[in-house]
């Protein structure tokens, strides 16, 4: 993953920045929306040790990222940042029908929304146990994480993407954890292949997607990654 800072002129376009860091799947959120509208931005490495004055000045409550710049304006919180590209850039040049994430629909909408918020609150905070706790904790985080993505596997059916024929709010939201699925197999020592088949074959479809694709990290390096930060910080 190319995590140099990138400027493409597109004058349509212009003025659009994305503050990110890292291995971050709520960064990877808002690029691969981006890449999916077709829409010409610069894009900021943030080191999260030494943060930057852009990042204090554009995200002063939080200071978090990601954080995307408009005409000088922030708007932080991956999601908000989903719905805002969405919204703002609902319509194609070319007069073809516009690439939505989220369904017109009002029902289809709130249910799209219901899982995203799923995947912060629920799937972030077990996986993210997985590889920050030992022993119990652990093993309480593992089976949350693979019951919450069978709880997401249900859903998706046999549908190609949670969007149903069209890639998503859902998918985008999600895709980015894929990344991070060897990290948490090699603590918790578990596949999830072996638990949520219909999951795997899913991000697979996903990552032919040119906006996956050239997004994702490599799930070996995250994982050192991971292995790095924690001899760093988190060991006993």
């Not at 808002?30 to 995200?59: H, P, V």
């Not at 912060?120 to 949350?144: C, F, N, P």
Request: hydrophobic share 40%; glycine share 6%.
């Amino acid at each position: 993953m190319n995590l140099a800072p990138t400027m493409v002129d597109n004058s349509s376009h212009n003025n659009v920045v994305l503050l990110g860091s890292g291995f971050s799947m709520f960064g990877m959120r808002a690029r691969i929306a981006l890449a999916e509208k077709g829409i010409k931005y610069e894009y900021k490495e943030e080191d999260l040790s030494n943060k930057s004055s852009l990042l204090l000045e554009m995200n002063p409550v939080q200071k978090k990222i990601p954080v995307l710049i408009h005409n000088g304006k922030p708007i932080c919180e991956s999601l908000i940042i989903l719905e805002y590209i969405d919204m703002v850039w609902n319509n194609n040049n070319n007069g073809a029908a516009p690439i939505m994430l989220l369904p017109s629909d009002p029902y289809d909408k709130s249910q799209a929304r219901f899982w995203a918020d799923f995947v912060d609150h629920k799937v972030y905070h077990d996986s993210r146990r997985i590889w920050t706790s030992k022993g119990d904790e652990q093993d309480l985080a593992k089976k949350g994480f693979i019951e919450s993505m069978k709880q997401l596997e249900e859903f998706l059916g046999d549908k190609p993407y949670f969007g149903g024929e069209n890639f998503g709010f859902v998918d985008v939201a999600l895709i980015p954890f894929y990344c991070w699925f060897y990290t948490y197999e090699m603590f918790g020592n578990f596949k999830l292949v072996t638990f949520c088949p219909k999951i795997i074959s899913w991000a697979n479809r996903c990552m032919e997607r040119e906006s996956v694709s050239v997004t994702l990290a490599d799930g070996k390096e995250v994982y050192e990654s991971v292995l790095d930060y924690k001899n760093k910080f988190l060991m006993d």
